[in-house]
């Protein structure tokens, strides 16, 4: 685990009319459980974490995402995928969950606490352990549909009788990556990533009432081919939904990274 304190001296702060769409997040049972990787192709540590969210990405009870973070571009090798806009998410958790600093890999799992993410058997037990407790909500049943370059996010009104106040995340990903490292720690090593954030923004906040948001499936120029949503409780808290849908290959835009 490589780690990185606050005290460093740097700053650390941890379709609706639209004609057959593709569809995600028609839930069945419990919601599945988020997992979140903060990762760097600079960090040693981080390639057995990366293969570890790979694994879990093909389940169906899981939406594992890899968020590349920039802080460890320092090392010698600049990371290939990393954005600010992750590395801001962790600060953030960071700050949520009032830490001291931050770290790679960290795995944080359903916005409600954190695991070193090389240790497969505790990732593992603690992606179980979460998957048990949802299964006792009363689950919030998001929905995505894609067409045409747009993305419909469709979330119910809320059952309970207290008034949620969540913020709805829209990550756009890229489903695979491979990366052939030719400096720093991982040095000719070629590096696997499953469901990487390229983009990551923040859409709005679901107060409780049935809602809807129709957005463009793209925003920059980064390649990508899936969208996931997270509806989280107060900005970094814990989740309350989560959707991932892969984008057909028609309505993928193809641009330059």
């Not at 593709?22 to 599945?32: E, H, N, Y």
């Not at 499953?194 to 809602?211: F, K, P, Q, S, Y």
């Not at 129709?214 to 939904?241: C, M």
């Amino acid at each position: 685990m490589r780690l990185l304190n606050f005290s460093a001296g740097v700053i650390l702060l941890a379709a609706a009319g639209v004609a057959s769409p593709a569809t995600a997040g028609q839930l069945q049972g419990p919601r599945p459980v988020v997992v979140e990787l903060f990762t760097s192709q600079g960090c040693s540590d981080c390639p057995a974490a990366d293969r570890i969210v790979t694994e879990l990405a093909k389940r169906k009870d899981v939406i594992a995402l890899s968020l590349p973070i920039t802080y460890w571009d320092m090392l010698g090798w600049k990371d290939t995928l990393a954005t600010e806009a992750n590395t801001n998410r962790q600060k953030s958790y960071a700050r949520a969950m009032n830490r001291s600093g931050i770290y790679t890999p960290q795995i944080i799992i359903d916005g409600s606490f954190d695991v070193i993410g090389n240790q497969r058997d505790k990732v593992m037990a603690a992606v179980s352990n979460r998957a048990v407790e949802i299964a006792y909500d009363k689950p919030v049943n998001l929905t995505l549909a894609i067409a045409s370059g747009r993305v419909e996010i469709s979330i119910p009104a809320s059952r309970g009788k207290v008034k949620p106040l969540a913020t709805i995340w829209v990550m756009r990903t890229l489903s695979q990556a491979n990366v052939n490292v030719q400096q720093g720690e991982n040095r000719n090593h070629q590096l696997v990533y499953a469901n990487v954030v390229r983009e990551l923004h923040r859409a709005g906040e679901w107060t409780g009432e049935a809602m809807k948001l129709d957005l463009p499936l793209t925003l920059g120029k980064a390649k990508q081919d899936g969208v996931a949503v997270i509806l989280q409780n107060h900005d970094y808290g814990q989740v309350l939904a989560a959707a991932l849908i892969a984008v057909p290959s028609n309505d993928v835009v193809a641009v330059p990274r």
